[in-house]
């Protein structure tokens, strides 16, 4: 698909609406973090999705740079910020992950292998990004990230774990967008595939919130907290 762009006072700028939607994505994303902050107790849990939305926000922040001036941005410099871009991305994805899997296991061997097995995906995506420097890299990372975090939160809200059925709502949506993304499914070139995805990637970032902040007191009952009940 071709690249739209507009002219102003001798300004190019390209992909206005796929700029446009990022800028408000990472609006969104910086009020979650603020609320967090201000409003959650400090906690492991809490603090690791503080930094998936800060990260998430980073990210699209530098989209919204790459996608509204690449027919401006010299090309050492727009694939320079496109790779900060996607190792943005890939750091939010692992504090997702940090925050589930502190959420589905206790303190034991398990969770420690869990969380180094993240670290290491960390490393893995973020050196392929440096070395081929391909979104569709981050979107392998993130459908990994996604199927875990939504089985997870699944699990748990058989379990009636207040705020986890609205992280799964939110997980569906962020299916939803990898779908569109991968399949490029658009209405037009002026709101294309991406524009879409941004703009389900906006309510499903609210959903992840709420599911957050309903359980924002109640962390220490995790997925498996019926087992330790028993």
Not at 49 to 76: A, D, K, Q, V, Y
Not at 147 to 164: D, N, P, W
């Amino acid at each position: 698909m071709e690249i739209v762009s507009v002219s102003f006072s001798g300004i190019t700028f390209s992909e206005p609406a796929t700029s446009i939607t990022d800028i408000v994505l990472a609006t969104i994303c910086f009020i979650l973090v603020a609320r967090i902050k201000n409003n959650f107790n400090e906690s492991f849990f809490n603090n690791a999705w503080r930094l998936f939305f800060l990260f998430t926000g980073l990210s699209t922040s530098l989209g919204s740079i790459c996608h509204g001036f690449e027919l401006m941005l010299p090309s050492g410099i727009f694939n320079f910020l496109w790779m900060c871009m996607n190792i943005c991305s890939s750091i939010s994805v692992f504090f997702a992950l940090k925050a589930t899997i502190k959420f589905s296991r206790p303190e034991d061997t398990v969770h420690t292998l869990l969380q180094a097995l993240n670290i290491i995906s960390l490393f893995i995506f973020t050196g392929l990004t440096i070395i081929n420097n391909d979104f569709e890299i981050f979107k392998i990372h993130c459908a990994i990230a996604l199927s875990l975090i939504f089985i997870t939160h699944t699990i748990a809200t058989f379990k009636s774990h207040v705020g986890s059925g609205s992280i799964v709502l939110g997980m569906l949506l962020s299916f939803l967008t990898v779908f569109i993304h991968s399949n490029k499914i658009s209405i037009n070139a002026w709101f294309d595939y991406k524009d879409i995805s941004h703009v389900i990637m906006m309510f499903s970032l609210v959903l992840i919130y709420n599911g957050i902040y309903l359980m924002k007191e109640n962390t220490k009952l995790s997925v498996y907290r019926m087992r330790v009940q028993e």
